[in-house]
């Protein structure tokens, strides 16, 4: 459990060392070269596997079926998979499994929406209406207010979840277009004016996939493939909409009803179509980690991009938490790192990075609708990436999840 899953990369350097001894064959051979920069990774403490582990009990103590964190540091690969991916099968969760990833689909759209600013397709300060004329009633959100959630723009799955499992069973077999949901957010009228506030909404990323189909002329799926999940040969991650099924070994997703005392209901099957290009992405931590590490890491966007990604403004009162476009920063003890949240029936997800991507953590629990597996699980990040035991003696006391989800979702 504490043992790295892998040292492969890490031997491997070794051998290149061992091999690539120079010999010095001149003057020009002898003169000290310049120190190669360390990664932030060599800088953090190693990640600590036994807090994170002890954070994923706790997370089984308070209702997730089974959790999983695997870490990539520097070509190092740690792990650990606790309790169980499929409750009635008594089958245990791997570390390998696929889930639902909810909103950190938000960062593979901005991804792509990204590529086509770099191309000079879509201009971050326009009006949406130069994309999409007539489908917002303010012709003064542009697309940087969708991509920084503050366009004003209702989040109509506050409505849609009100009621947590009614809500989920009167939409899992739904197949909406995403000019059905935007319209469901215009007809309740906006939350503030263009610019005002940050407000997280579903509706921003709905529209930045109905922006990334009409430039491409493509439906979003191709050109997450296309852009994302071929150059980084992404194996585990599928946009199946509006397919039910999560491909290959999945951990079964459970989703908590309101009512106390009600038995968990299977929400692994539904077609997330109320979520879409905001949140209908499933992977597994492995890819989840390669990919946020390829996008610090620059491989994805070029540095004019990425900066845009990464200039963030405050999303709470905590003083730790940020959000840039389609990009969440939080501020641990040791480190900032960024990446994206995720909550789908069934499904929490962290999927976070170093600033030069060379510290991956990506955890997942097959619970929601319980906001105190959600905090819990949120406790892997600073075991992982600032080795602290602290995180094992995180607070049992139920409490209200602090975050920012739009107003009306409760989360508990
Ligand atoms: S909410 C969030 C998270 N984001 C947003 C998005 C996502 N997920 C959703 O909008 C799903 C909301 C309903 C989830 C459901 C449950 O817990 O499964 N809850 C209810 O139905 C409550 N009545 C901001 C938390 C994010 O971390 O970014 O993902």
Known sequence: MRQPLSRRAAVGAAVLALTAVPVATDAAADAPRPAAPRSVAAELPPPDMRAVQEVLRQAVEQGAPGGLTRVDSDGVVYGTAVGLGDTAAGERMRIGNRFRVGSVTKTFSTVVLMQLVAEGRVDLDAPVGDHLPGLLPDGRVTVRHLLRHRSGLWDYTNDMFARTVPGFEAVRDEVFTMEELVKRSVAHGPTAEPGAAYQYSNTNFVVVGMIIEKVTGNPAAEEYRKRIIEPLDLRHTHYVHPGTTVPGRHSRGYLRPDEAGQPLVDSTEQTVSWGQTAGAMISNAAD????????????????EQLAEMLATTPSDSTGKRFYGLGLRRYDLSCVSVYGHTGTVQGYYTYAFTTRDGSRSV?????????????????GTLEAAFCGTDRAAAVDRTPKTLREDIAPNVRTR
Not at 288 to 303: H, K, Q
Not at 362 to 378: E, F, Q, R, Y
């Open 362 to 378: 990506a955890s997942s629990a097959n619970t929601s609708n319980n906001g105190t597996v959600n905090t819990t699980l949120g």
């Open 288 to 303: 989840l980690n390669r990919f946020t590490s390829a996008l610090l890491g620059g491989e994805l966007l070029a540095p």
